[in-house]
């Protein structure tokens, strides 16, 4: 579609543009070249800028309001300049020079062309984009309905050794399958947290330490015997394989402690975590009875080796101290320090903790 208003340049432009192998619409003013626009599918529109009524600019604005405008060239005189830069703030893809010659049209020509190979490339980009975004919405989707269906399984499992336990009369046997059924639901609480967020890379620590807390105070509480669990810890987000790694130490600390540290007693156990300088410091603290005299392990001993397994790849420091050492109840402090990589923190986090 050309508008112009001067019939002589619009029979020109037809006439060489057809040479060319542009089928040309021509329309006279602004409103005519709109009305023809707007009723049909036009790959590109030229404006010239100086015409009765409507002109240039106001039939730029108007074509710019439709609901698919096609490209614009806007066509102004050799002097305007001013003209030429407020057309394409205003959403021309480009502007030629007015001119009297077999040199116009052949801008003319080359702008058409440079203009709709634009269009094409600005159209393959959108396209591939849409599909990409369809693609990634299928891939979310199926992603959480595998996290979905492995939080089922993890709870069907948790289920069975729940049964099987209350089949078995030796409570050593009972309490093995219980604290195997609490490392089951330890991975499974990082499992339900990423089905639940868009974030499948990175879990948020604080909120997975707490809800771990109230689980295990949970277990580990009867009637007689109360456990309160306690956990702090910064807004963090961690990668997920530091995450199941923190909190299967966590689950092993937790229940050592209330298992031992008050003797059949009440008590409280204390999850805390903090970073420094790109290092985690997870600790697990009682005020109980304290570690026993020589290190010597209380129970099977597995705990601590699944303790020792976790850490050696993570390359974190394990470390056991008396919280008070001048208390006749001394207490326990059960340290673990990770370092960190950049990309086990997300990328806001890791950026704000190296400034």
């Known amino acids: 579609m050309y508008i112009d208003d001067d019939e002589g340049i619009r029979r020109l432009v037809a006439r060489s543009l057809s040479r060319k192998g542009y089928e040309v619409s021509l329309a006279a003013s602004g409103s005519e070249g709109l009305a023809l626009v707007a009723g049909d599918n036009f790959d590109l529109v030229a404006v010239d800028h100086y015409m009765p009524g409507l002109d240039g600019l106001q039939t730029l604005e108007a074509l710019r309001a439709l609901p698919a405008c096609p490209p614009v ?31 116009f049209f052949n801008l003319l020509a080359s702008s058409f062309e440079q203009v709709l190979e634009r269009a094409q490339l600005r159209q393959d980009r959108e396209r591939a984009e849409a599909d990409l975004r369809v693609s990634n919405a299928r891939l979310e989707a199926l992603l959480k309905e595998v996290n979905h269906r492995v939080a089922n399984n993890l709870q069907m499992v948790m289920s069975f050794i729940a049964l099987q336990s209350r089949t078995l009369s030796d ?51 009867t009637g007689e015997r109360l456990r309160t669990v ?111 990589a950049s990309t086990d923190l997300s990328p806001i986090q890791a950026c704000t903790n190296r400034l």
């Open 73 to 103: 060239v806007y066509v102004t005189g050799s002097e305007e300049s001013r003209i030429a830069v407020a057309a394409l703030k205003s959403g021309a893809d480009d502007y030629v020079v007015k001119s009297v010659g077999e040199d």
């Open 230 to 340: 306690r956990a702090e810890a910064p807004r963090l987000k961690i990668s997920t394989d530091k995450a199941v790694a923190l909190g299967m130490i966590v689950n092993e600390w937790v229940s050592n402690a209330c298992k031992y540290a008050y003797d059949g007693s009440t008590g409280e156990v204390r999850i805390l975590l903090s970073i420094d300088d790109m290092t985690l410091e997870l600790a697990v603290e009682d005020d109980g009875v304290g570690w026993p005299e020589g290190g010597a392990v209380r129970g099977t001993g597995l705990g601590t080796r699944l303790i020792s397994a976790l850490a050696r790849p993570h390359r974190a420091e394990i470390r056991y101290e008396k919280m008070h050492p001048d208390r006749r109840t001394p207490g326990t402090r059960a340290v673990a320090k990770l370092p960190l």
């Open 171 to 221: 409570a050593g046997a009972r309490e093995a399958l219980q604290q195997t059924q609490q490392r089951i639901a330890t991975i499974a609480h990082v499992n339900r947290r990423l089905y639940t967020s868009d974030d499948v890379e990175y879990v948020a620590i604080d909120e997975y330490l707490e809800g771990l807390a109230v689980d295990l105070a949970t277990t580990w509480s």
